[in-house]
């Protein structure tokens, strides 16, 4: 498979038909585009749930480039159908799988181009024990995005955003949504340079006040697109 544009890459018609409704509301083109994703790279696409991001980089950084798709235990159940069809029959076979809990998480040191963490951040402040996903201790996973990524390499996410001000263990529990300044504020205290962000996924109609899956509102959720760099060690 080689490595395509992102453009080339939203368009194969290899991509399933459930994927391509997804696009209107997420923006692929646009958002991979401003993340800098190109071929070659070495991407890590963290929380990956169902691989819908997985599959389009995966098409983007073709054959010399990898994808490692991360996924929790709670993810692989929710995600099981779309899991399904994502990796049979040989498709994607740039992309390695891994499980592991948000804390348990270990990746090789400097060796990826770009971390993805998409609608997800949120989800560092939301606990349910009951249901497989214990608390997430932020600092040790921005840590370990840290200790990952190259120099220069670019952490790029989109979330659902909450009210300003808000309590982010509040707004995940019951909304599953994160104030923007909350997750600039989680990556400026490690390694990481706020570089700039895309809107094309705001959404001026929503008031913010709302569960992400609340009916009218789902796929149509006012969401920033962040990018950060990794500033080098000095």
């Known amino acids: ?13 290899e991509r399933s038909e459930a994927d391509r409704v997804t696009d209107v509301a997420r923006k692929p083109k646009e958002v991979l585009e401003f993340l800098e994703i190109q071929a070659g790279m070495k991407v890590l696409d ?3 749930g169902g691989g819908y991001y997985t599959e389009i980089i995966a098409r983007a950084v073709g054959e010399h480039g990898v994808v ?14 779309s899991l399904g069809g994502r990796f049979s029959e040989g498709r994607l076979t740039n992309v390695e799988r891994i499980l592991a809990e948000a804390n348990e998480l270990v990746l090789p040191a400097n060796s990826f181009d770009a971390a993805l963490v998409m609608l997800t951040w949120h989800d ?20 370990e995005l840290c200790s990952a990524l190259k120099p ?14 808000t ?23 490690g390694c990481f340079h706020f570089e700039g962000e895309l809107d094309a996924l705001r959404n001026t109609e929503d008031d913010l006040t709302q569960p992400m899956f609340a009916e009218g509102i789902r796929g149509k959720t006012d969401r920033v697109v962040y990018k950060f760099r990794k500033v080098a060690a000095e």
């Not at 490595?3 to 080339?8: I, K, N």
């Not at 220069?152 to 001000?165: E, F, K, M, Q, Y």
């Not at 309590?167 to 205290?189: C, F, G, Y």
Request: proline share 3%; no cysteine.
């Open 46 to 48: 963290l929380f990956s």
């Open 68 to 81: 490692v798709a991360h996924n929790n235990q709670a993810y692989i159940d929710y995600a099981a159908e």
């Open 1 to 13: 498979m080689a490595g395509q544009s992102v453009e080339d890459a939203v368009s194969s018609t």
């Open 124 to 143: 560092f402040y939301y606990v349910d024990e009951e249901n497989g996903w214990p608390e997430i201790d932020q600092g040790l996973v921005v840590g």
């Open 152 to 165: 220069g390499a670019i952490l790029g996410l989109t979330d659902h955003v909450a009210l300003s001000g």
């Open 167 to 189: 309590n982010p263990s509040v707004t995940a529990q019951e909304l599953h949504r994160i104030d923007p300044e909350q997750i600039r504020k989680d990556l400026e205290s």
